[in-house]
């Protein structure tokens, strides 16, 4: 979808989750979803998703999960990668959070989504994102 009338954005969000394999495929799904549902997003838009995780989340990686989540298959050429969050002290636990790569038109503007208790990672996007309808 790359051509003259479009540019590449990047999309940020994050959820927390359990430690558990159902957890986070159930979270990370919702936040996939719900990144695609507010910034009008098909997979032939995304040119790839990089996640990372707090060191507590260790049942099963977020790539992972969004595939089992997937049930359509949308995101089966889509390019995932995950790393670990580094260790800080006072970190919010249990995070996973997420940067989509999109090309999308000039006058496009990017929402970001945090889930299930992440909202307090970014208050000020949350805010201004919940203004603005």
């Given at each position: 979808m790359?051509?003259?009338?479009?540019?590449?954005?990047?999309?940020?969000?994050?959820?927390?989750?359990?430690?558990?394999?159902?957890?986070?495929?159930?979270?990370?799904?919702?936040?996939?979803?719900e990144l695609?549902?507010?910034?009008e997003l098909e997979a032939a838009d995304i040119v790839s998703i990089q996640f990372s995780i707090t060191p507590d989340l260790d049942a099963l990686n977020p790539a992972t999960a969004l595939r089992k989540s997937d049930k359509t298959g949308a995101t089966k050429n889509i390019p995932l990668f995950c790393c670990a969050e580094p260790l800080i002290q006072n970190m919010k636990p249990k995070v996973v959070r997420v940067m989509v790569t999109v090309y999308k038109k000039q006058e496009f503007i990017p929402v970001p989504v945090y889930l299930n208790g992440a909202e307090s990672l970014r208050p000020d996007l949350c805010r201004a994102h919940t203004e603005d309808k």
């Amino acid at each position: 979808m790359n051509s003259l009338e479009n540019r590449m954005y990047c999309i940020r969000g994050a959820v927390c989750s359990e430690n558990t394999a159902d957890s986070l495929v159930k979270n990370v799904g919702e936040l996939y979803q719900e990144l695609c549902n507010k910034n009008e997003l098909e997979a032939a838009d995304i040119v790839s998703i990089q996640f990372s995780i707090t060191p507590d989340l260790d049942a099963l990686n977020p790539a992972t999960a969004l595939r089992k989540s997937d049930k359509t298959g949308a995101t089966k050429n889509i390019p995932l990668f995950c790393c670990a969050e580094p260790l800080i002290q006072n970190m919010k636990p249990k995070v996973v959070r997420v940067m989509v790569t999109v090309y999308k038109k000039q006058e496009f503007i990017p929402v970001p989504v945090y889930l299930n208790g992440a909202e307090s990672l970014r208050p000020d996007l949350c805010r201004a994102h919940t203004e603005d309808k």
